[in-house]
């Protein structure tokens, strides 16, 4: 395990704050099981998307009143791009940290390596775990404990138009050099771009690494895999794409770009996950749900790959009202919950048995990535994999916009995590 000072002494503390929680069950704020019905408050930090999921996942989390009248839900939502470092920032100080976290999946391990996360074996939060997808779970385990309960679970494909693909005369493509083929008849077609390829995130540079065989890190092994020859590949894949006009791309605000693009039509493709179905629908191209159209990412030189994501739910170790915040937990990852989510937002399950719920079941959005998530990549589940964005998503933007080529920039990421990953090859 690799930890500060200042995360070794906050674990010390935190142990004495759980030792005094636990001692009763009880909170500052009168959250007590003594009588046996739970009270006080509890404040959930959301990392939804604003303007759509947000809305759902606040509803549904102050309905959890209706449970627990005595119990209030502060419910808050946090830009994604800063809830990390956000909570390491309140953990830290011991001031500030929510009761419980939406936690995307590479964030748990660090979260819970840090000694900032309660571990939930035995609690309430762990309700009918069994239930749980093994990919899900795999993400909540570390050091052989559990420090989360997985709410929803994702992968990536291409978002098509439909009008878009009829005018142009083409078909979905399956292969990188398809995809650049037909872009090409759009742009000639229509005067269109084929696909908004984000520039400002590395997650969506994953899906073309992992068709390219390669990977981040080799976790078993202790190696650092990114500057390997399918890595340089990768990266000279989408620059590519990019130079031949199959894709356009930014620096900046990536994601409002590439959603406004593609809900107003000017683009004909985008790689996404079932988080960016209701935003999408929103868009006038999509006033006719039909009209949206999901595929497999095009396989690269060593097949189709795409990245296993998702967000799970956590407690904060300093909490001060632990017993609300686990049952505030399950109640968010339960059966009922999970198929209100599902049917609303088309997001998947973490459980197996919501998906043979009819809304669900019945779910178009929900029956095309479930098979993906079925077979995509996980990534690493080590405190570190989330900390290997931040230089890889540096290089990434500088290849796909000239700043560097592809084999230097493989080259800076895999030193760079090297200087991250110590003793690591």
Known sequence: MRRGIAATALVAALGVTLAACGS????KDGGSKSSGELSGTVTWWDTSTVGSEDKVFKKIAEDFTKKHPKVTVKYVNVPFGEAQNKFKNAAQSGSGAPDVIRSEVAWTPEFADLGYLAPLD???????????LKQAAASTQYNGKTYAVPQVIDSMGIFY????FKEAGVEVPKTIAELKTVSAAIKDKTGKTGLYLRGDDAYWFLSFLYGEGGDLVNAESKTVTIDNAAGVKALATVKDLVDSGAAKTDATDG???????????KVAMMINGPWAVADTFAGKEFADKANLGIAPVPAGSAGQGAPQGGHNLAVYAGSKNLDASYAFTEYMTSVETQTQIAKELSLLPTRESVYVKPDVASNEMISFFKPVVDKAVERPWIPETGSLFAPL???YTKVLTGQTTPDKGAKATGDSY?????DWK
Not at 24 to 27: C, K
Not at 161 to 164: C, G, L, S
Not at 418 to 422: E, F, M, V
């Open 161 to 164: 138009n439909k009008k878009i």
């Open 418 to 422: 090297r200087k991250l990953l110590k």
């Open 393 to 395: 998503v540096t290089e």
């Open 255 to 265: 994601w409002n770009n590439m959603q406004t693009a593609f809900k107003e039509g």
């Open 24 to 27: 009763d069950g009880g909170s």
């Open 122 to 132: 035995g609690t309430a939060a762990l309700k009918d775990d069994k239930d749980f």
